[in-house]
């Protein structure tokens, strides 16, 4: 059971070029997020789907679009990268069930392991 | 606007004492506050959930409490051990929430 996968771990690009960062899911959560985290900043909503075929911006939309594939897949894409957008990015599912300790149905989100992404 | 505020500075404390973690929210009326933990290099990971009619939440050495007068929840480790050492994140939840916004996070270190 991998529960959230995200690809790549790390990329550098240079200012200007554009890429795709991916996020899989095999919970069956319906919804999907995108964040980044900066040091002093937290992490920071950028975009998020709640349901295959809806999505929504958050606090910090600017440069980026996204793609709710499937249910199980939700896309980042970079189009035209700026030093700005160095950050780590971090993937992140929505649903109900069982996460141990006595908790069901929750709400919480579990999250993937993050992709390192700099811009020279 | 929205705000959720968690101590920036790193907590240091012994091992063995027990660490108090505080995140205050304004401009939110939360149905849950979340805490989850984070490690360096990772994601975080969801450590307990509080609803606004509970005024404390238990979990082995952990301990929510939630004051909705006060828009505070305090986040406790009890007999801390230098594995608690972590970034800890507050998260409250509207009802019908899409929208999952964080604190900063406060950084916990604990010596042997």
């Known amino acids: 059971n991998a529960g959230v996968t995200q690809t790549p771990k790390f990329q550098v690009l240079k200012t200007g070029q554009s890429m795709t960062l991916q996020c899989a899911q095999d919970m069956n959560h319906n919804s999907m997020y995108w964040y980044r985290q900066d040091p002093g900043m937290g992490l920071r909503l950028i975009y998020y789907s709640a349901s295959e075929g809806t999505t929504d911006k958050g606090e910090v939309p600017n440069g980026y679009n996204v793609s709710r594939l499937n249910k199980r897949e939700f896309s980042l894409r970079l189009e035209s990268a700026a030093p700005s957008q160095t950050s780590v990015y971090f993937c992140?599912?929505?649903?109900?069930?069982?996460?141990?300790?006595?908790?069901?149905?929750?709400?919480?989100?579990?999250f993937g392991a993050g992709s390192r992404l700099t811009v020279l | 606007s929205q705000k959720i505020e968690q101590n920036s500075e790193a907590l240091n404390i012994q091992e063995g004492k027990t660490a108090t973690l505080t995140c205050n929210y304004t401009?939110?009326?939360?149905?849950?506050l979340q805490w989850y933990r984070q490690d360096p290099g990772r994601g975080p990971v969801f450590l307990l959930l509080i609803r606004e009619n509970e005024k404390e939440k238990r979990k082995e050495r952990l301990k929510v409490t939630f004051d909705t007068t006060l828009k505070q929840s305090l986040f406790h480790i009890t007999a801390s051990q230098p594995a608690d050492s972590a970034t800890y994140l507050c998260?409250?939840?509207?009802?019908?929430?899409?929208?999952?916004?964080f604190g900063t996070g406060t950084r916990l270190l604990v010596s042997p």
């Open positions: 992140a599912t929505r649903g109900t069930g069982d996460l141990g300790g006595g908790f069901s149905g929750a709400n919480v989100l579990t």
């Open positions: 998260a409250p939840l509207n009802t019908g929430f899409q929208k999952l916004v």
């Open positions: 401009n939110y009326s939360p149905a849950y």
